[in-house]
């Protein structure tokens, strides 16, 4: 993705996560797990899961901005 810089796209992912981690988000969907993105924590998780995570997150932030 960042090309001209070595490990651009390394800090860009550390800085979003933060950002998401500062504003209560939980989830990041990555499509992939990748061994690039599991060496900073991503995990495969089960569809059934992942859709219980997903509406969790989705009911959180419907507190927060409603």
Not at 42 to 66: C, G, H, T
């Amino acid at each position: 993705m960042f090309s001209r810089q070595t490990d651009a796209s390394k800090v860009c992912l550390v800085h979003l996560v933060e950002r998401l981690k500062a504003r209560g988000f939980t989830l990041l969907d990555t499509q992939f797990t990748t061994e690039h993105l599991k060496r900073f924590g991503a995990i495969d998780v089960p569809r059934r899961r992942y859709e219980r995570l997903l509406a969790q997150a989705v009911n959180e932030e419907d507190a927060v901005f409603n």
